[in-house]
């Protein structure tokens, strides 16, 4: 392992204010009851600040701020006008880029490296491409004259506080909704910036709102009877009881769902690179993917060959402070999320799988979970099958391509998958019979804002990114 002196980003670009309110109708204004909580740094458990916690009476006042903006501003407004507004944003974001960065790091824990070099470059071209569609709506390939839905209420998790933000914004007020949206309550302070963004866009009041709060936020605002169109990204579970409260209301709602997806590495494959893939695959942000390749599935004639160098592989990754620019893995999001991958992890030891990681130092203080691999997991095993959502990978073999198809299909869900070959015919093949919204081929988790990402089963339906992006937030 190579020594290198710490490299870290500095703190000082942020301007932290002590406690934040609700955005609404483009003010920041106290909560109608004064509730509150605080969002820490998970990396040191530094308070960062107070966030206010939007209750029923705030839900309603945002609804009909995004109403109002709705019906007298944004909705009568031509494409080619709120293209400006969305460009003038996305401007700003690269302007200010450094900015969320380091704030996306301090809130959520991950790498300075990622925040910088992933997440704000996509965040900024989100907003420049759904720009570009805001004045050709009618050349989307829907037909006719596509209109948009209304007030959009928008639920994001925080595992991508910023790009989630976008992925869901961006389409929204492109094809002309007013949108309300929730971030997580560990990760709110990103979305909170963004809301001063756009009081420096000049966009009209109510046109976006931020309600922070936790899950009873969310429900309030997506069973608000004022919103006509309803998306959401989270956990299969809170999905599935979203689905069931608006049953039978006229809302719209895409969902964006879990996943536990396979990556595919046969014989044939570049080795090196495999190993790159299954690393980014699964140690990126922590293993807090949803489309994260969190089993490996390794043909069994190359399966030392290829544990080896992933264990060598994994022996140099550094795992430590978010800020510092050499760290590749950064803190667990959340005592909570550390509390579900120590059960899940600890399961799989007492269901028989052997668990490695390599020596790694970890903080005193902060939440975090070394890089770990289970081999000798079984598809019977809850590693295999449920998701984990940290730094851990399932290692599963297999004999041939229609043994490892039946293998990565065999889960509820199906958001993403990985595939490993010389073969161009067989990549083909595979992606055909894989049960999985998106299949990276020698490559994974490449996200670009002109692909549409979704899953199939219970990882949700609908999509977004891309030209289908659009279809959930117009009437067509
Ligand atoms: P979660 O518990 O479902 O939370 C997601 C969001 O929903 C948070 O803002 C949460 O609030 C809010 N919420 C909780 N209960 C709610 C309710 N009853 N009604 C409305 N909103 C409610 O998910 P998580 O565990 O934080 O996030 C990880 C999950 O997201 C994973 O399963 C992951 O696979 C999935 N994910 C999917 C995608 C995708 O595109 N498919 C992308 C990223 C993540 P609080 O957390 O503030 O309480
Ligand atoms: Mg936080």
Redesign the pocket.
Known sequence: MFEYAPAPESRSVVDLKPSYGLFIDGKFVDPADGGSSKSINPASEEVLAEVAEAGTPDVERAVRAARKAYDKVWGPMPGRDRAKYLYRIARLIQERSRELAVLESLDNGKPIRESRDVDLPLVAAHFFYYAGWADKLEHAGFGGNPQPIGVAAQ??????PLL?LA?KIAPALAAGNTVVL?????TPLTALLFAEICQQADLPAGVVNILT???????A??EHPGVDKVA????????R??AR?IAGTRKKLTL????KAANIVFDDAPIDQAVEGIVNGIFFNQG????AGSRLLVQENVADRVLESLKRRMAQLRVGDPLDKNTDVGAINSAA?LERIRELSDAGSAEGAERWSPPCELPDRGFWFAPTIFTGVTQAHRIARE?I?GPVLSVLTFRTPAEAVEKANNTPYG?SAGIWTDKGSRILWMADRLRAGVVWANTFNKFDPTSP???YKE??YGR?GGRHGLEGYLNV
Do not use: Y
Request: contains cysteine; hydrophobic residues 35%.
């Open positions: 639920v994001i998790p925080w595992n991508f989630m992925w929730k971030p997580a309550e560990t709060g936790a899950g009873d936020t969310g429900r605002l997506v959401f990204t989270g956990s299969t579970e809170v999905g009881a979203i409260s964006e769902l879990g996943g807090h993917v949803c489309c999320q998701e959502f958001l990402f979704g899953g990882s949700g977004e």
